[in-house]
């Protein structure tokens, strides 16, 4: 099983941007698809962005047009650059693996495991 740690969180001002960072050891992950999720206090845990073994890509309404998720398959593996972020985008992000490799985008929470411990962003209006 991989082992995801989350970096790169802090206290920004609407408007700012920020670029979240998910470190992998354990398992190669080259081939897994990779998610972004966040969870606000009060709030269920949502998908923000995914990012396929192949490149392709998925995000969230809420998101689209602000921020972008990146992979290089190196050691840190999996990025999230969050442009015009907003104070509704406060949550704790947490990055996650697919359970399988080489799977399509299907936009579901379930298929994701690994989970790291996630890094607070706060957006201060």
């Known amino acids: 099983q991989v082992q995801l740690v989350e970096s790169g969180g802090g206290l920004v001002q609407a408007g700012g941007s920020l670029r979240l960072s998910c470190a992998a050891s354990?398992?190669?992950?080259?081939?897994?698809?990779m998610g972004w999720f966040r969870q606000a206090p009060g709030k269920e845990r949502e998908l923000v962005a995914i990012?396929?073994?192949?490149?392709?890509?998925y995000y969230a309404d809420s998101v689209k047009g602000r921020f972008t998720i990146s992979r290089d398959n190196g050691k840190n593996p999996l990025y999230l650059q969050m442009n015009s972020l907003k104070p509704e985008d406060t949550a704790v992000y947490y990055c996650?693996?697919?359970?399988?490799?080489?799977?399509?985008?299907?936009?579901?929470?379930?298929?994701?495991?690994?989970w790291g411990q996630g890094t607070q962003v706060t957006v201060s209006s």
């Open positions: 990012i396929t073994w192949n490149y392709q890509t």
């Open positions: 996650a693996s697919d359970r399988l490799p080489f799977r399509p985008i299907i936009p579901e929470m379930s298929r994701f495991d690994s």
């Open positions: 354990g398992r190669t992950i080259t081939n897994y698809g």
